[in-house]
T-cell receptor, first 116, second 116 residues
Framework: EAGVAQSPRYKIIEKRQSVAFWCNPISGHATLYWYQQILGQGPKLLIQFQNNGVVDDSQLPKDRFSAERLKGVDSTLKIQPAKLEDSAVYLC??????????????FGEGSRLTVL | DQQVKQNSPSLSVQEGRISILNCDYTNSMFDYFLWYKKYPAEGPTFLISISSIKDKNEDGRFTVFLNKSAKHLSLHIVPSQPGDSAVYFCAATINAGGTSYGKLTFGQGTILTVHP
C-alpha cells in the first residue's frame, strides 16, 4: 500500500514570496490533514478536510495560507506571502473513514520550508 | 496554551534497559491518546494508543499507561534497543463517539537516545 506522498521535500524562498505544497493521501482515505511543525515543537493542525469539504480550519492563518482539496483526493497548501515565522515542516496526513481501528493518522514525509 | 506537554526534551538510556517517556495534559475532555515515533527526515509513525476507558495498553515491547486523575500518561519501552532512538510525540484527541479522530493535539516531543 502506497503511503502519503508529498512534494516538494524541501523549499527555500525569500520572505514575501509564495510557495505551494502538494499532497496525495492513501487511496480510500477520506480525511486529509495539514499540520505545521516548527522546529522544537509538536505538529499543529492547520486544516482538516473530509472528502473535499473543510471540517476544521480554525488554526489556519487565512490572511496568507490557503488550502484546497479538489475532487476529494489530493490537496494543495499555499502560502502567500511567506513570512520568516512560516519556516517549518508541513506534514500532510490522512486517515480512513471513522478513524479506522486505532484512530491513527498516516503521515507523509513532510515538506521542509525555509523562509529567508 | 499548551494542552499537551512533554516536559523532558531528551532521554538517554542504555540498550536493554527500560525507557519511560512522560506526557501530561490539561484538557479533561481528551479521551483518546496516541504515541508517535519520528525519525529524522521522515513523517511521524503511529506507535500505540489508549482510550480513556483503559489504564494500560500493551503491544510487544511498548506499553502505555494512563492515569486520568493525574492527567498523565507514560510510554514504557522494554527492553530498549538502539533502533528505538527517535523523537517520541504524545498526542491527544476528543473522540466524541468516533467522529473527531484526526484533530490531534501534540506535545513538544522527547528525543530518545538508546546507547549500545
Amino acid at each position: 500500500e502506497a503511503g502519503v506522498a508529498q512534494s516538494p521535500r524541501y523549499k527555500i524562498i525569500e520572505k514575501r514570496q509564495s510557495v505551494a505544497f502538494w499532497c496525495n493521501p492513501i487511496s480510500g482515505h477520506a480525511t486529509l490533514y495539514w499540520y505545521q511543525q516548527i522546529l522544537g515543537q509538536g505538529p499543529k493542525l492547520l486544516i482538516q478536510f473530509q472528502n473535499n469539504g473543510v471540517v476544521d480550519d480554525s488554526q489556519l492563518p487565512k490572511d496568507r495560507f490557503s488550502a484546497e482539496r479538489l475532487k476529494g483526493v489530493d490537496s494543495t497548501l499555499k502560502i502567500q506571502p511567506a513570512k520568516l515565522e512560516d519556516s517549518a515542516v508541513y506534514l500532510c496526513a490522512s486517515s480512513p473513514p471513522a478513524g479506522g481501528i486505532t484512530g491513527e493518522l498516516f503521515f507523509g514525509e513532510g515538506s521542509r520550508l525555509t523562509v529567508l | 496554551d499548551q494542552q499537551v506537554k512533554q516536559n523532558s526534551p531528551s532521554l538517554s538510556v542504555q540498550e536493554g534497559r527500560i525507557s519511560i517517556l512522560n506526557c501530561d495534559y490539561t484538557n479533561s475532555m481528551f479521551d483518546y491518546f496516541l504515541w508517535y515515533k519520528k525519525y529524522p527526515a521522515e513523517g511521524p509513525t503511529f506507535l500505540i494508543s489508549i482510550s480513556s476507558i483503559k489504564d494500560k495498553n500493551e503491544d510487544g515491547r511498548f506499553t502505555v499507561f494512563l492515569n486520568k486523575s493525574a492527567k498523565h500518561l507514560s510510554l514504557h519501552i522494554v527492553p530498549s534497543q538502539p533502533g528505538d532512538s527517535a523523537v517520541y510525540f504524545c498526542a491527544a484527541t476528543i473522540n466524541a463517539g468516533g467522529t473527531s479522530y484526526g484533530k490531534l493535539t501534540f506535545g513538544q516531543g522527547t528525543i530518545l537516545t538508546v546507547h549500545p
